[in-house]
């Protein structure tokens, strides 16, 4: 989740109400805009916008950009729905609305094809036919640098070209709906979450994060654990699993925290594909990393049957690993390391401690598995 630094003009998280971080007031068009649950992407609310209206916020002094640098970024889920045939569906305007011809110096917009549009004055950048996805959180970025105009999908560049047109007065700035005629006209059908406008030029070459490499995936009893290297700027990383090699993957975790993960939600006997992708601060996700694969098995077991000084005996029910754990404390030197060697009670969760010379002997007996 974004927070308000030196350069944030607008940021709207739509987590309690359309509530501006810088203050600036927002006013619902039309009835045209809610918060919803239904689709989230961070936090634990997002906008609506149902194709019947917007919302802007009056104009101001800090939305001059002239010929300045400024960045427009959001997340946006979009809906198919019905398009103004001369114009498409209205992401974002700056707009005089003083008349039906009123003045647009600033717009983003998509069409059916699923092509971006970001325009200043009458310099237009367009992406390609299918730029968008519909029914899925997409990360939008219109940049300008210097002149120089940008429109980055989930990181990527999707176009770039001359936008050095100058904008010497304040707007009012529209979201997702028509902004003269107020109706249905040009609205969009979609979820926005963490909208932010800052005056500098936050991106000016691709920045989605690199995929984990070097992911292994190691089988234990009922687990598998898994590791990868780290990704630079990463702050989380999401965990993927399918029982077919190549997918499709589940997400079984997320916002992993480090470069390990245990997964004990298994069975033994099955084989488990999985790749791991990286999150950025803007909650951008990498691609899939390396498959990695393993086949959690049962653990190999023996009774280790301990005589002690009295004469009585103790049992235990030990994997190979713990057994030779035992032999290898019971083989050290005398009068040298821990005097006890302690058993894990897997019933009840106490534990039975061993003093060395209270050891007469012991043995192993296998196990029929």
């Known amino acids: 989740m974004y927070q308000v630094d030196q350069n944030t003009l607008a940021l709207l998280h739509f987590e309690d109400g359309v509530k501006d971080e810088c203050g600036n007031d927002w006013i619902i068009q039309n009835n045209g805009v809610s918060i919803s649950q239904a689709q989230v992407k961070d936090g634990d609310g997002s906008a609506y916008f149902n194709a019947i209206g917007g919302m802007y916020t009056d104009a101001a002094s800090k939305f001059v950009f002239d010929t300045g640098d400024f960045t427009i970024d959001f997340w946006l889920y979009y809906i198919q729905g019905n398009y103004e045939a001369s114009f498409g569906n209205v992401v974002l305007l700056l707009d005089s609305r003083e008349s039906a011809n009123s003045e647009q110096p600033i717009y983003i917009t998509l ?81 926005l979450d963490e909208f932010r406008i800052s005056n500098i030029a936050r991106w000016t070459s691709n920045f989605a994060p690199s995929a984990p490499t070097n992911l292994s995936a190691t089988a234990g009893d009922s687990k598998v654990t898994l590791s990868w290297d780290a990704v630079t700027d990463a702050v989380s990383y999401n965990v993927k699993r399918s029982t077919t090699a190549g997918g499709p993957y589940t997400t079984i975790a997320s916002g992993v925290i480090g470069t390990s993960y245990v997964d004990t939600d298994v069975v033994n006997g099955t084989t488990y594909y999985y790749v791991v992708t990286a999150v950025i601060e803007n909650g951008i996700e990498s691609d899939n990393s390396n498959e990695a694969s393993a086949t959690p098995v049962a653990a190999s077991r023996a009774l280790l049957r301990v005589t002690m000084s009295d004469s009585s005996e103790r049992e235990y029910k030990l994997t190979t690993t713990e057994i030779n754990n035992f032999v290898q404390w019971y083989n050290r030197t005398v009068g040298t390391g821990n005097t006890c060697y302690t058993f894990d009670d897997i019933i009840n969760g106490s534990k039975e401690y061993l003093a060395f010379e209270k050891i007469i002997s012991f043995k192993v007996v296998p196990i029929a598995q």
């Open 111 to 191: 069409d059916s094809n699923y092509k971006l549009a970001f325009s200043i004055e009458d310099k237009v950048l367009t992406s390609s036919a299918g730029a968008l996805k519909p029914n899925e959180w997409i990360h939008i970025t219109c940049v300008r640098n210097t002149g120089t105009g940008y429109i980055f999908v989930n990181g990527e560049i999707v176009a770039s070209g001359d936008l050095n047109a100058g904008i010497n007065k304040s707007f009012p700035i529209y979201l997702g709906g028509d902004s003269y005629t107020r109706t249905s006209i040009g609205a969009i059908e979609a979820y």
